[in-house]
Every structure is written in structure tokens, then in C-alpha cells.
């Protein structure tokens, strides 16, 4: 099977990273949460439908592919990470960008203010989501089910934003909006590297089980 370039899967790594961006502009700008939280689907579904690369729709699928598969994954990581700061960066230079820096700064402040554990877990029930968001998208786009495809899509996103899951890309979008300063990019490593590792254990959770059951 021939390799995707590294270049290839950056590109489309990063434009998902700007469409998870526009996703979170407009939940932290929409004063309704429950439409907010439907509009950002927007970006998940677009992902799905050209085919882009999200790294929580990625990461599920390790247990089912090669060793070499990993560099496909951390290469979204880091072009989603790409694509959310571009979109901060951006929106923050529009007259939308105060409103946006100001929400932003008091999602993140939630956030950072919880333990470990709680992050980790939260970070794992939105990884699950968003594996069954994506699988189920990938079915439908296979049998052609538009109706199902739009449903799939949107309803796990919702229900880890009104749940409060934590989205390690879409809270990549919320903490660079919230930065003040650039000297301040490194300080919320340590809470995206958790929740980067709770959607990885939540995403990878099904494909294991199934895997295991195979076997069996």
C-alpha cells in the first residue's frame, strides 16, 4: 500500500485544524449554545466529506493498522494544532476577535482549573465520540446515507459539548484565542498533552473491544 506524502497529510491536517477553528468561532460568539453547539459540526462534517485530517478521528484506528500508521497520526496532531492557531491568529485581527479572545479566556480558565484525572476523562468520553462520529461517517459516505451522515455528525459533537467533554484540537482553537501574549503558548502544554491522551484512550477504546471479540 502506498504511503500518503507527509506533506499531504499536513495540508489536509491543517485545514481541518482551521475548520475546527471556525467551528469554535462560532460557539463562543453564538449566544444560543444549543444552536452554537450544532453549528460546530460544521467542521467535523466538512472533515469527513473531503476527507481531511482530524487527529481525533485518526486516532481510533491505530489498533487497527501498522506501527507506520502512528506517523499519520502524530503529523495531524501537529497540522490540526497548525490549523487552530492560524484560525486565533486570524480572527483575533477582526473586530470579532474581543469577543471571541474574551469567551475564550473564560472556557479556558475552566479547564486549566481542573485536575488531571478529570481532564483525562473528559478527554476520553469525547475521544469515543468522536471515533463513533467518524466511523459512522465513513459508513454512510460508503452507502450514500446523506440523512444518516449529517445526524452522525452532528449529535456525538453536541453531546460532547454540552456534556463539557474536552476536544483536544477544538481546545487547542480555545486556548491560543485566549492567549494574550505569544510568550505564553508553552504554559498550556501540559493540559492539551492530557487531553490528547484522553481521546486517544476514549477513541481507541472501541476498535480495541471489537478487535479483542474477533479474536475471540
Known amino acids: 500500500m502506498k504511503l500518503e506524502s507527509a506533506k499531504s497529510i499536513f495540508a489536509k491536517a491543517v485545514i481541518s485544524g482551521f475548520l475546527i477553528g471556525i467551528g469554535g468561532i462560532v460557539y463562543l460568539v453564538c449566544e444560543n449554545k444549543y444552536i452554537g453547539g450544532f453549528l460546530f459540526s460544521f467542521g467535523l462534517f466538512c472533515i469527513i466529506q473531503y476527507g481531511f485530517a482530524l487527529f481525533t478521528g485518526k486516532v481510533g484506528y491505530i489498533p487497527e493498522n501498522e506501527p507506520i500508521y502512528l506517523r499519520e497520526v502524530g503529523l495531524t496532531l501537529l497540522g490540526n494544532m ?122 481507541m477504546s472501541i476498535p480495541c473491544v471489537k478487535k479483542l471479540f474477533d479474536k475471540s
Open 82 to 203: 497548525t490549523g487552530t492557531g492560524i484560525s486565533a491568529l486570524f480572527i483575533r485581527l477582526t473586530r470579532v476577535g474581543a469577543i471571541v479572545h474574551e469567551h475564550a479566556v473564560n472556557s479556558m480558565a475552566t479547564k486549566m482549573g481542573d485536575g488531571f484525572l478529570s481532564r483525562l476523562l473528559l478527554g476520553y468520553f469525547c475521544g469515543m465520540l468522536m471515533y463513533l462520529a467518524v466511523d459512522n461517517g465513513k459508513r454512510c459516505k460508503a452507502d450514500k446515507f446523506d440523512t444518516a451522515l449529517v445526524f452522525g455528525t452532528a449529535v456525538p459533537v453536541m453531546v460532547f459539548i454540552f456534556c463539557g467533554f474536552n476536544h483536544s484540537v477544538a481546545d487547542c482553537f480555545y486556548y491560543f484565542a485566549s492567549l494574550s501574549s505569544p510568550n505564553e503558548i508553552l504554559s498550556g502544554s501540559l493540559y492539551v498533552l492530557t487531553i490528547v491522551l484522553g481521546n486517544a484512550l476514549g477513541g
